[in-house]
């Protein structure tokens, strides 16, 4: 079992940036990819972004790119996503998740059902 605890969320002005982290325990050798998705109110839960776990490959969503950046700390075991220029539209509880399966394409990594593992997310709001 991988146990996975966000932090981070918040309320923040358009344009404002905001980091969420991720923290990783329990069997993460087994843990080939993290993702973060989101779900805003009346809508079905969306991709953000991945990263594999050795951390030289990343995916974005294309509504994020150039304005979200994924990472990870290898020591922390810890997954960080730094969300800047935010829109009102980024608004959503925030979740993060991790895969066992490994991943080669983008699709993939976007695919919420590869992932076994599910924080319990936390809310970003993002006011206009």
């Known amino acids: 079992q991988v146990q996975l605890v966000e932090s981070g969320g918040g309320l923040v002005q358009a344009g404002g940036s905001l980091r969420v982290s991720c923290a990783a325990s329990?069997?993460?050798?087994?843990?080939?990819?993290m993702g973060w998705f989101r779900r805003a109110p009346g809508k079905e839960r969306e991709f953000v972004a991945a990263?594999?776990?050795?951390?030289?490959?990343?995916y974005y969503a294309d509504s994020v790119k150039g304005r979200f950046t994924i990472s990870r700390d290898k020591a922390k075991n810890t997954v960080y996503l730094q969300m800047n220029s935010l829109k009102p539209e980024d608004t959503a509880v925030y979740y993060c998740?991790?895969?066992?399966?490994?991943?080669?394409?983008?699709?993939?990594?976007?695919?919420?059902?590869?992932?076994?593992?599910w924080g319990q997310g936390t809310q970003v709001t993002v006011s206009s």
């Open positions: 990263i594999n776990w050795s951390g030289d490959s990343t």
């Open positions: 329990g069997r993460t050798f087994s843990v080939y990819a």
């Open positions: 998740a991790a895969g066992r399966t490994r991943c080669s394409a983008y699709g993939c990594y976007a695919a919420s059902s590869r992932y076994d593992y």
